[in-house]
């Protein structure tokens, strides 16, 4: 297969060439190189390099923590505000393939792909973020919830990138969990971020990927959770994690069961809740 590489030196060309039908952008390249390798795009026509157009950082500004969207995982995971205020998203980064490729996978990358299975998404879900997308006619806000729409499928329209995400600023405890074929290098049969606030009454924000084409918010659980007493009793938890049991969509493929998902997905559930409980 032969194909062109572009390496635009702004947003704007960046966008031109991505209205191309068969034009795809890369970043860290370790979903898309696999993809080429492995003949997923029929019609590539050439990849776009959009490194050095996207900030790497992540800021706080005003109410909101900015993510570049070409920040790579071992630096959200090891970053200060996000450990001591999103420890979902630092788990779930920390979780992703092994110390070399999160050197290089960056969460414009992981999102973009829109994966059922990316680790990150979920825990955003539960932070509930916001994507921030450019290069169309103006730029736009899209919440993470919905911006993927079905496996490998979301918002963006020819052209547009992610720029950026966005999280309301404030403290979480949280945690992810995720159930691979072993520990590094695998990708998730099943995973779950957790988030809870109080700001005066708690607040519960369940995202678990892999149950269906899309990650699902547990909101049964979260409204359960949220009106029950605290702390947490032993009882509720069981039934929280009944709740994401009975929310779980799974389909069987190569990676699992439906049956070995759906219990899971409960067992996810409460080993999350236990981990923020003190
Ligand atoms: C061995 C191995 C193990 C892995 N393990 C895991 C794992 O445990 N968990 C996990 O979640 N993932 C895993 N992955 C997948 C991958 O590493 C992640 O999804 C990574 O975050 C992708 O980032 P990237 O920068 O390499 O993306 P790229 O491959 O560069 O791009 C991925 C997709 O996103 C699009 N894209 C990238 N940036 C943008 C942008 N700014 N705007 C719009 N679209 C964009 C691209 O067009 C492409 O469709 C693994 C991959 C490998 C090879």
């Not at 030196?9 to 390249?29: F, T, W």
């Not at 691979?180 to 998730?188: H, M, P, Q, T, V």
């Amino acid at each position: 297969m032969s194909f062109e590489f572009y390496k635009p030196s702004n947003i704007k060309e960046a966008s031109e060439l991505l209205k191309n039908p068969g034009y795809v952008a890369v970043v860290g390249g370790t979903d898309t190189i696999v993809k080429v390798k492995g003949g997923f795009y029929k019609a590539l026509k050439a990849l776009v390099d959009l490194n050095g157009l996207f900030s790497k950082e992540i800021k706080v500004e005003g109410d909101k923590c900015i993510i570049g969207s070409a920040c790579v995982m071992n630096n959200i995971a090891h970053n200060p505000v996000i450990v001591e205020n999103f420890p979902a998203l630092a788990e779930a980064a920390l979780s992703v393939a092994a110390e070399q490729i999160r050197n290089v996978a960056t969460i414009g990358g992981n999102v973009g792909n829109s994966s059922p299975v990316g680790d990150t998404i979920p825990a955003l879900y539960s932070l509930e973020a916001e994507v921030n997308i450019v290069g169309g006619e103006e730029k736009r806000t899209v919440p993470i919830n919905e911006f993927i729409t079905g496996v490998g499928r979301n918002v963006l329209q020819p052209g547009e990138m992610i720029e950026s995400f966005a999280i309301p600023m404030r403290k979480t405890k949280g945690a992810f969990q995720k159930l691979g074929e072993r520990k590094a290098l695998s990708i998730s049969k099943i995973n779950l971020g957790l988030s809870y606030w109080n700001d005066g009454k708690p607040h519960y924000r369940i995202g678990m990927g892999a149950v269906a084409i899309t990650v699902l918010r547990v909101t049964k659980a979260e409204e359960f959770l949220e009106a029950a007493p605290h702390p947490l009793s032993d009882e509720t938890i069981q039934q929280a994690a009944q709740y994401a049991i009975e929310t779980a969509k799974p389909i069987t493929d190569i990676r699992s069961t439906k049956e070995y998902r759906k219990q899971m997905a409960g067992v996810l559930l409460k080993r999350a809740l236990n981990a923020i409980k003190n």
